[in-house]
């Protein structure tokens, strides 16, 4: 009976070891804390539920149980507090995929996508098919933003000539008053800065995005190393949510919100990664 009763709690010990680490979790343990920037319409505190890339996250999370709470600051800050083991972040969002930040933080499946590309001034007529024929220009990107993997590399060797600002306001402005020749920006981000921003509203006639997009970017959770289980739990959320949908269904209601015929764009090209 003795050996019994050891056999027993033997295999209830073994049971809880093998467990999935956040099912004894406690309710304060249940919620991830990322921070983000303002990046509308994907993300930014006074959007409706804080934009389509957040609203994505919290639905898989709840899927799992978890909270989602989110944090805003500038892009720079709000990556060096996501690597900071002591300032109480989990990760940060939202991100394009590098292999150089895949080195630091461990990325989650996508969570949103965004078509990326480059404003210009209206005439400028500024044709390209490959990036190297952009080396006449002076091209806007914003202070550590990831972009593609070519042209990341291109500005690198210093075959593309760049002038960095703060936020993509900044580069919108940049090109209306033709300071530089054109600016690496989403669509959706313009598209949204300019009906929403008084002092971008005035300009919108002056600029436009050029007609041959970049890329269609995947959007990522990035988590830091020493919470890298958290990246399979949200992964597990989004397996069960439709992340597109999500999105598209976010950026319909936005525009009926806001009164604008914003025409944000819903339908992802399946490209491979930059």
Known sequence: MRFLFTLVALASLMSALVSPAHA?????DKVIRLSSLEWPPYSGADLPE???????????LAEMGYELEVTFFPWSRAVNLAADAGSGFHGYFPE???????????????????????????????EWSSLTE?????????????????FDSLVE??????????????????????????????????????????????????????PKLLDMKSLYVCFSL????????LNQGLASIDVNAIQEAYFARLEAASGASLSLRKSPLRSAEN
């Open 134 to 150: 952009l080396d006449r220009y002076v091209i806007g990107t914003v202070k550590d933003y990831v972009n593609t993997k070519e």
């Open 24 to 28: 004894e979790l406690s309710q304060e």
């Open 157 to 210: 060797s210093r075959s593309l000539s760049v002038s960095e600002a703060l936020n993509d306001t900044s580069n919108l402005l940049k090109v209306a008053y033709r300071r530089i020749d054109m600016a690496v920006v989403d669509q959706n981000v313009m598209k949204f800065l300019l009906s929403d921003d008084p002092d971008l509203r005035r300009i919108s006639g002056e600029i436009e995005f050029n």
């Open 96 to 126: 394009y995929y590098s292999d150089e930040v895949s080195r630091t933080f461990r990325y989650s499946d996508p969570v949103g996508y965004g078509p990326l590309g480059f404003v210009q001034s209206v005439g400028s007529d500024i």
């Open 50 to 60: 804080q934009g389509a890339t957040i609203a994505v996250v919290r639905a898989a």
């Open 226 to 233: 020493r919470n890298r289980e958290l990246a399979e739990i």
